[in-house]
C-alpha cells in the first residue's frame, strides 16, 4: 500500500490530503445540507420530487455559521446526506414507504426471536 501510494496513487493521495486539511469542504457541506433541511421544511409531505433536489438546492442556500454558498455549491454542490436528499425529494410519505419493508421485517425479527434456539443450530 505504501508503494502505491508514493508511485500510481500518488495524485489521489494528494488529492485526499488537500480536502482533509481545508475546511472549505466542511462548510459546503454545512450550507448544503442547510438547504437540504430548508428543502425539507418547505414541502415535508411529498417533497420535490423524484432526482430533482440539485434543481432546487441552490434557492435555500443562505449562510450557516458563518459559511457562505460558494459559486461551486450553487453550480455543482449537492447533498452529502442520503437522509437529508431522500426527505427533501419525496417527502415523510416517501421516507416512510421506502424504509417500511425495513421496519417490516424488523417486526417479524423480534416476533421470531424468542423462537430461535438458545444453543447451537
Request: net charge neutral; glycine share 8%; aromatic share 18%.
Amino acid at each position: 500500500m505504501l508503494v502505491l501510494s508514493v508511485t500510481v496513487l500518488s495524485g489521489e493521495v494528494a488529492y485526499a490530503y488537500k480536502r482533509m486539511n481545508t475546511e472549505d469542504t466542511l462548510d459546503s457541506r454545512r450550507v448544503l445540507a442547510h438547504a437540504g433541511e430548508q428543502m425539507f421544511l418547505a414541502k415535508p409531505l411529498f417533497g420535490w420530487g423524484y432526482y430533482s433536489y440539485d434543481l432546487h438546492d441552490w434557492k435555500f442556500m443562505e449562510p450557516v455559521d458563518g459559511a457562505a454558498p460558494t459559486k461551486w455549491d450553487i453550480k455543482q454542490g449537492t447533498s452529502h446526506n442520503t437522509y437529508i436528499t431522500i426527505l427533501a425529494e419525496i417527502g415523510v410519505i416517501g421516507f416512510f414507504f421506502l424504509f417500511l419493508p425495513v421496519l417490516y421485517w424488523l417486526y417479524f425479527s423480534v416476533k421470531a426471536w424468542p423462537r430461535l434456539p438458545t444453543t447451537g443450530y
